[in-house]
Structures are given as structure tokens and as C-alpha cells.
């Protein structure tokens, strides 16, 4: 079973990651999974696969009502993001699914009707949670084309989807960054396939420099958190991605 942790609390406003799952097939790629509760709402970021649903069903119940999640937030629209919903409408049809308007007629493929979905327009869009106002930020081609992350400007975190992901060997498996020269280096290679658009990765370091954030949470790999975030901002923006040549 994967393992949950909380990664921030102040009062009912908590985050928690669900991570690391022993059990996992050696085939599927490992995924985060990060839920923020607030005001007696809660929204899941990225649920998952589905192959991996009973995993994350099943450790996030050990701390936290499932029944009490109202809204799923999916950055993209790749299978290890989202291919679960059809099994999180069968447990609560009525939650509503936040992702960009550009997959909106894609993602009913893996389930939802028309009203499960509330379509992000390109700028971004506020996302009321309880008492808090989530921010969904523009990331487009960070690796999809219509692409969001969610800042919590209350926790200071800020969930980046693909963006920071790292595809860690099993002896460096913690839940944060702990060194991040070592840890980086399983970052890079991923950066430089998935990350198609030197200048949509340049616009995003210029935007995110300027958001106050101690915790940066990828969909794989570690949290960067403090000093490490700016750290990770200033190696993605030197970094060379894209299209540099054929592969
Ligand atoms: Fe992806
Ligand atoms: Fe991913």
C-alpha cells in the first residue's frame, strides 16, 4: 500500500502526498498523488492511473474520509494523471474534475459526463476551496499543451505537475529533497524529452520566481522545499528542452 504523509497543516487547512507504493507493478511509472482539505472541501490533485486506484483509495483512507473529496484537479490529461476517474465517479458521481479546456472533450474517454467537468481557460482560473482561493497556473507545453498547476498562496505550496519530476532509483525514495545536486540528476533526463517549449518553460521560471513557495510538490519523485525550489527554478530555466534536433 502506498504511504500518506502531511505535508502541511495549520487547523482543518492540510495538504497530505500519498507516495512510494511497495506493491506497485515494476512497469507502471510512480506517481504522487496530493490532496489539499480546507473548510470541509477537499480536492485530490492528479488521482492516478487506474491500475493504481485501490493502492491510493486505500492508503488515503487511513487518514482521511475518501467521501469527503468534492473535486478532482487533473494538470493533463496523460493516463498516469487521470485514467482513475471513471473508478472516482463510481464512488462519488458527484465530484467535479477541474482540467484545461483543451481536454475537456478527451478526458470523457476515461469517464465523466458533461457536468462532471469544469473546463480551465488558458489564462488560469481561482478555485474556490472551502475558505481558501487556489490558483490554477498556466504551465501549457510543461509537457501538455493545455497544462495547469495549483498554487495554495495560504500553505505557500505549489503542485507542479510534471514540472520538478524526477525518476528516482529505490535507494533515494525519501518524500523530499534531501540533496539536490544527487537528486537532480534523475530529473534531467526527464526534463529534456518531456519539456517540448524553450520559451513556454522560460515564461513559466520568470512567473514562479515571483510566487512565495516552501514546498514544490511534482507528480513523481521528491518535494523540493525552502532554498530548493529557487534552486530548481534557476537549473529548469538553464536547462535546454525542446526541439533541438531529431531524434
Ligand atoms: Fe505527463
Ligand atoms: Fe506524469
Not at 481536454?103 to 469517464?111: D, E, M, Q, S, V
Not at 498556466?138 to 503542485?159: E, I, W
Amino acid at each position: 500500500m502506498k504511504k500518506v504523509q502531511t505535508i502541511f497543516e495549520q487547523g482543518g487547512h492540510k495538504w497530505l502526498m500519498i507516495a512510494r507504493d511497495p506493491d506497485r507493478a515494476g512497469d507502471l511509472i510512480d506517481t504522487n498523488e496530493y490532496l489539499v482539505a480546507a473548510g470541509g472541501e477537499s480536492l485530490l490533485m492528479d488521482p492516478g492511473g487506474s491500475e493504481i486506484f485501490p493502492a491510493v483509495f486505500s492508503a488515503l483512507a487511513t487518514e482521511f474520509n475518501p467521501a469527503q473529496i468534492t473535486a478532482l484537479f487533473a494538470s493533463h490529461q496523460d493516463p498516469d494523471i487521470i485514467s482513475s476517474l471513471s473508478l472516482w465517479l463510481d464512488f462519488k458521481p458527484a465530484l467535479k474534475c477541474y482540467v484545461s479546456w483543451l481536454w475537456a472533450g478527451f478526458i470523457p474517454h476515461f469517464g465523466g459526463r458533461g457536468d462532471t467537468f469544469v473546463p480551465i481557460p488558458d489564462p488560469g482560473m481561482v478555485i474556490p476551496l472551502g475558505d481558501l482561493e487556489l490558483q490554477a497556473v498556466a504551465a501549457h507545453y510543461l509537457h501538455s499543451s493545455g497544462n495547469f498547476h495549483l498554487y495554495d498562496p495560504k500553505a505557500r505550496v505549489y503542485f507542479s505537475g510534471d514540472v520538478g519530476a524526477a525518476l528516482l532509483p529505490p535507494d533515494l525514495d525519501g518524500f523530499f529533497v534531501t540533496d539536490f545536486d544527487r537528486h537532480i540528476a534523475h530529473a534531467r533526463a526527464f526534463h529534456q524529452r518531456w519539456m517540448g517549449s524553450a520559451p513556454a518553460k522560460r515564461n513559466w521560471c520568470e512567473r514562479v520566481s515571483k510566487l512565495p513557495v516552501d514546498l514544490m510538490c511534482p507528480q513523481h519523485g521528491a518535494i523540493y522545499q525552502g532554498r530548493d525550489v529557487e534552486r530548481f527554478i534557476n537549473w529548469f530555466d538553464e536547462l535546454e528542452v525542446g526541439v533541438t534536433s531529431p531524434v
